[in-house]
C-alpha cells in the first residue's frame, strides 16, 4: 500500500486519490477508470518472478489462490478487466463529445510496465511460467484492443543499491529489440538494469512519447 514520506514533498501529490481495487473485478475495473484518459499500468501478482502468495506468505494472496484457484491471473484476466474498461471509458467520452477520434495531443491511453527477458529467471506457476504470462500480456494488449493507443515497456532488472539514480533512461529502438531478445540467448546477454525511481520516471514519461506507440520498449539505465 502507499505510504508517503518526506522526499516525495515536492513530488506534487496534492491531487493524488488513492482507490483500493480488485482487479479481477470488471465492475471495479470500470469504476476506477471514470474521467481517466490514460491507465499506467504497474499490477502484478509477482514480486520479482515468484507469486506474492509464496514470496512473502502474503495471507491474502494466498487465501484467493487456495479459495478461487480458478478466479484468475493479474497479469493476464487483470490486465484485460481494465484495458477493456478504459475502452469503454474512453468511447463514452467520445460519445458525449460527438467525437469520431481522440484529440492530437492525447497521451498514449495504455502503459504496460513489464519485464525483460533477460532481467528475472523464470518460475512455473499453476497458471503458466512467469516470462510467459508477461509476454502473453504484452501480446494481448496489442493484438485485443487495437483501438487504444499502447505501448509495454519491458524493464531491466530492478537494482537500487548498485545503480545510481538519475541516469540516462535509454528506450531501445524495436528493430534493436528484435534481435536481442531471443530468449533463448538470456544466459548470455548482459544484465541491463534500473533504479526503480528511473523506471518510475520512464512509465510516467512514456505516456507523452508518440514514437512508442504500438511498440514493446525494452527500458534500461546501466550494464554490467
Known sequence: SFQ????????????????????LDPLQCRTVVEGCDAVL???????GNRPRAISGLNIA?????????????????????????LKQERLENLRK?????????????????STAPEA???????????????????EMMKKDFPSLT?????????????????LDVIYEAAAAASSTNQ???VPKKTKREINRRDAARAAVDALTKKELVGETVPVWTMTR
Open 120 to 138: 528475472l529467471d523464470d518460475f512455473e506457476t499453476p497458471f503458466g511460467n512467469f516470462i510467459g504470462l508477461k509476454r502473453q500480456g504484452e
Open 183 to 185: 530468449e533463448a540467448d
Open 4 to 23: 508517503w514520506s518526506e522526499d516525495m514533498r515536492d513530488y506534487n501529490l496534492q491531487n493524488l486519490r488513492i482507490v483500493e481495487c480488485e482487479y
Open 41 to 47: 499500468w504497474c499490477a502484478t501478482d509477482f514480486n
Open 61 to 85: 494472496f494466498l487465501f484467493r489462490a487456495v479459495a478461487s484457484p480458478d478466479k484468475g491471473r493479474l497479469e493476464i484476466e487483470g490486465l484485460q478487466n481494465m484495458l477493456g474498461a
Open 97 to 113: 463529445s460527438g467525437r469520431t477520434s481522440a484529440p492530437a495531443n492525447d497521451p498514449i491511453n495504455f502503459v504496460l510496465v
Open 150 to 166: 499502447s505501448t509495454a515497456l519491458q524493464m531491466g532488472r530492478y537494482e537500487d543499491n548498485f545503480v545510481d539514480e538519475g
